[in-house]
């Protein structure tokens, strides 16, 4: 598995739909999944809804806290939180501050293709010089990896889900616009991932 940050820079970019389908067929135990605005969570709408997925509408950067308080009220949910890297360049003292609480249940998935797509891709700063992983190692989070394949990335995911640290996994994807667009819909939105949780989760 990758352990140097610059590993998956230059990898061949991988499709985010794809990639989350991935992600979404290896969610068997009730896992809580919160997705990031724009394509992050459209994908996760198309790849397979389910009650346990929250889907963040109109505020960048707020997938990680989000998922961040999710697992700290719920430490026998395992917790997913899938953002974008315009996003998470909009929010990244939550990396810290998940450093500090090292919720036991958190895995943090990136998709970055090192534009902000939805608002007319403009490029970010990972397009050039700055490395998520790299920063995420500098906030604290010792268990953060760069994917550069599917089968890698799989592979990280899995060993996150048995890992008793919160962990960070990161991709470069491509541009291509997700297959289909989440209902816009907060109040069922919240009211359905809520119910969904209400048990507190299985064992994880």
């Known amino acids: 598995m990758s352990q140097e940050p610059q590993r998956g820079r230059n990898a061949q970019p ?3 739909f794809e990639v989350t389908k991935r992600l979404v067929s290896r969610l ?5 999944v919160i997705g990031g605005i724009g394509n992050t969570h459209f994908d996760l709408w198309s790849a397979g809804h389910r009650p346990e997925n929250f889907y963040m509408l109109g505020s ?3 997938a990680i806290p989000i998922a961040l308080g999710v697992a700290l009220a719920q430490p026998n949910r395992r917790v997913i939180a899938l ?3 315009g996003s998470l360049l909009m929010q990244l003292g939550c990396l810290s501050t998940v450093a500090l609480r090292a919720p036991r249940n958190l895995t943090i998935v990136v998709m970055d293709n090192g534009i902000y797509q939805i608002t007319g891709s403009q490029p970010t700063a990972t397009a050039s010089a700055v490395d998520i992983v790299a920063i995420a190692r500098g906030s604290g989070l010792a268990e953060s990896h760069w994917a550069s394949d599917e089968a890698e ?3 990280l995911f899995a060993a996150a889900q048995m890992r008793a640290s919160p962990t960070l996994i990161a991709l470069k994807i491509d541009g291509q616009s997700a297959v289909s667009q989440t209902p816009r819909e907060p109040v069922r939105i919240r009211d359905h991932f809520m119910r969904a949780i209400a048990s507190g989760g299985a064992p994880g």
């Open 14 to 16: 991988m499709n985010r």
């Open 28 to 32: 068997t135990q009730g896992e809580a």
């Open 60 to 62: 960048m950067g707020l």
């Open 83 to 85: 953002e974008g890297d």
């Open 153 to 155: 990335f799989e592979a």
